[in-house]
């Protein structure tokens, strides 16, 4: 009985289609890799390299290994800087999550009157850029001739300065929060219009109220939301710049170069030339926030469990 010859290109085929389709999804992957290692990667790994070395006016550039990062711990400076964005994240970041939680359930209840423009006007000023959101916050703050002053001279009275040492970072706060309710509540309020209507219309048969509700529905159907507006605004108040940088000229004396670490690690390169040093400031400041961060999301998730 004749024997059927095997077609010599019978195996290889699936071989060369299997390898083609890898390659394809490289090509579309690639771009965003190139991209992502370029400004992300790359920052990161400089920064880490400029670390490790010290530019002197003597000697010039040499080798220093962790001595920037012992510098830094015991820096005070430094660490006034961490304390103040840590109590800023511990006291504003509640309130302004709290404020934009009650915005958008109030929204989702349908019953506020003109939910429409209620919810594009909370939301407006978050499209309004930081610098022109402090500039003109740093105007009705002032004293000689902002809002403040025109109060005072209407009323003859003398209201605290609100860019005064001891006010300046609860005014720093007013603006962060004014800035990002909006944000923080769309997030809330998407998250609240997945919420399966079945579970209302099951509430809504047990005779469960509207405070029942909140609690058993809809607090825990957007936990997931909660954690990432709250991982979100860890990030933002650690990278706390844009706000004391512009009211600094209004309150030099109360917002000094080592305010904020990412405002004393700006200070150090741009200001006194210490990139080396600058970049140890950054690099600890990245780890502080990851960890931080990290610890919110394990407490979010063994929540969820």
């Known amino acids: 009985m004749a024997e059927t010859p095997a077609s010599p290109a019978a195996s290889p085929l699936p071989r060369r289609r299997r390898r083609g389709r890898r390659w394809t999804g490289w090509l579309f992957v690639g771009p965003f890799i190139a991209v992502f290692a370029l400004v992300f990667l790359a920052p990161i790994a400089y920064s880490l390299y400029l670390s490790v070395f010290r530019t002197q006016m003597v000697g010039g550039t040499r080798f220093v290994?962790?001595?920037?990062?012992?510098?830094?711990?015991?820096?005070?400076?430094?660490?006034?800087?961490?304390?103040?964005?840590?109590?800023?994240?511990?006291?504003?970041?509640?309130?302004?999550?709290?404020?934009?939680l009650l915005v958008a359930l109030a929204i989702d209840s349908?019953?506020?009157?003109?939910?429409?423009?209620?919810?594009?006007?909370?939301?407006?000023?978050?499209?309004?850029?930081?610098?022109?959101a402090t500039l003109m916050w740093g105007f009705m703050y002032g004293t000689r001739f902002g809002l403040v002053a025109n109060l005072n001279d209407a009323f003859g009275v003398k209201l605290p300065n609100p860019l005064s040492p001891d006010l300046v970072l609860a005014s720093i706060g007013n603006i962060v929060t004014w800035e990002f309710v909006g944000y923080n509540m769309l997030i809330f309020y998407a998250a609240l219009r997945v919420v399966p209507h079945s579970l209302y219309e099951a509430a809504a048969i047990d005779g469960a109220g509207e405070w029942r509700v909140i609690t058993a529905i809809k607090l825990p159907a957007i936990r997931g939301a909660?954690?990432?507006?709250?991982?979100?605004?860890?990030?933002?108040?650690?990278?706390?710049?844009?706000?004391?940088t512009i009211l600094q000229s209004l309150a030099p004396n109360a917002i000094t170069t080592s305010f904020t670490p990412n405002l004393y690690a700006y200070s150090l390169s741009f200001s006194g030339q210490q990139y080396?040093?600058?970049?140890?400031?950054?690099?600890?400041?990245?780890?502080?926030?990851?960890?931080?961060?990290?610890?919110?999301?394990?407490?979010?998730?063994?929540?969820?469990?």
């Open 276 to 305: 080396n040093y600058s970049a140890t400031v950054a690099i600890i400041m990245g780890l502080v926030t990851m960890a931080v961060a990290y610890a919110v999301q394990l407490r979010g998730m063994r929540k969820e469990q």
């Open 110 to 132: 349908g019953r506020l009157w003109g939910r429409s423009f209620f919810r594009v006007a909370v939301f407006m000023p978050y499209a309004v850029p930081a610098v022109v």
């Open 226 to 244: 909660l954690v990432v507006a709250t991982i979100f605004s860890i990030i933002g108040s650690y990278q706390l710049f844009n706000e004391p």
């Open 65 to 100: 290994g962790l001595e920037n990062y012992t510098r830094a711990l015991q820096d005070g400076q430094f660490w006034d800087g961490l304390g103040r964005v840590s109590l800023f994240l511990v006291v504003q970041v509640p309130i302004m999550l709290g404020i934009a």
